[in-house]
């Protein structure tokens, strides 16, 4: 419903990560947050072009990415394809 | 009165400590070399304790509370959360009768820091620290900054903060020798579509600006404009505010190195102390 609920699902189910230790990982819970379909359906599946394009943290785009065992090379084309790339300005620094 | 005797920034990627041997071994061995400059440094001037200014990564805070800047008040910390970091887990003393002294200061000179208890001390500022004492025995004062979540405070703010916290320092006369240290940045993308990029440009012009002491371009740059330099990159404000509170005078550029193994443009900066130069500029 809120960008924030989706941050809060992402972001609670990575400390219960952590908590797990080198235990038993737990699923992501969608119980309790007050999520859209397309919401639950992108943090379950998961989606992580639809969760970047959300708007979510990138901090928490990285945790949960990390979490799934990805590599940079894995989740990088997702990014790149989630339809939400932003466009390059232009910047003081930029030599050419 | 205390004096900050040595001052320095340095990058913190994770990997540093977690995979160092990951990177090419040139580029690991000048970045470390430079590290250990500062820890013979911070012998030779017998640093008592260190002020540690970091960018947050939703350790200590989340969205539902995220200050710009919080201090930790504790006598000690634990630290790293990560247990990933190949660094030892441990409650790192601090020194609390300066931290709140920081605090106090802050707040006079019209800062509005947010107080924390029970503050964790994550690679932003453990990858740094064990470089600097693998013991993790020297007192630590931690403070995190907010440098990914807009609204941000500006660079120029972040200026301001620095001139607040060198006076700060300089004001407490519980000690005689403090270090100031800055860690994060320099360029990386996080969890976006660039992550893995680094701009070296914007590096080596963030460089140039602080071995020069004249950070007028950095200062005028927008939120959303250095943004473009990586989502992670403004961790630098933590560097801004480690030079104006040293009187933006000139830092020695140790080392630079582009790591791409580690996602990170890799940088050290050092200052000497209050008593090897000039009184800084602009301190009360």
Known sequence: MTLYMVQRCLFDHLRRLEAAGDGPKPDIVTEGYDLTPEERRAVTEPDIGAIYAMGTHPVIVNGFCRALGYKRADYRPLLENSGAVPTPRRTPWQKS | ?284
């Open chain 2, 1 to 284: 009165m205390a004096e900050i005797v040595m001052a320095y920034s340095a990058s913190h990627a994770p990997m540093m400590t977690a995979d160092p041997g990951s990177a090419p071994r040139e580029q690991a061995d000048n970045f470390f070399s430079a590290l250990e400059t500062v820890r013979d440094r911070a012998k030779e001037t017998g640093v008592q304790a260190i002020v540690m200014v970091t960018g947050e990564h939703f350790t200590n805070f989340f969205l539902d509370g995220l200050p710009q800047v919080a201090i930790g008040l504790d006598d000690e910390h634990l630290g790293p959360p990560e247990v990933w970091l190949q660094v030892p887990k441990k409650m790192v003393p601090s020194d609390s009768g300066l931290a709140k002294h920081i605090a106090a200061g802050l707040i006079e000179q019209g800062q509005q820091p947010a107080m924390s208890h029970g503050m964790k001390l994550d690679h932003g500022f453990m990858t740094v620290y064990y470089w600097l004492d693998n013991t993790m025995e020297l007192p630590m004062v931690p403070i995190v900054l907010n440098c990914t979540t807009p609204p941000l405070m500006t660079a120029r703010q972040f200026h301001d903060f620095g001139v607040a916290i060198g006076n700060a320092i300089r004001s407490y006369d519980g000690l005689e020798r403090v270090a100031l240290v800055a860690g994060g940045g320099l360029s990386h993308f996080v969890g976006e579509p660039r992550v893995g990029d680094i701009d070296e440009d914007f590096d080596h012009w963030f460089l140039d600006q602080l071995a020069s002491g004249d950070l007028s371009e950095i200062l005028a740059v927008p939120n959303d404009v250095l943004m473009e330099a990586g989502n992670g990159t403004g961790e630098v404000r933590a560097w801004i505010a480690l030079a104006a509170a040293m009187g933006d005078k000139p830092g020695h550029v140790l080392a630079y190195e582009p790591v791409y193994e580690w996602i990170n443009g890799m940088g050290v900066v050092l200052y000497d102390g209050d008593s090897a130069g000039a009184v800084p500029a602009g301190q009360a």
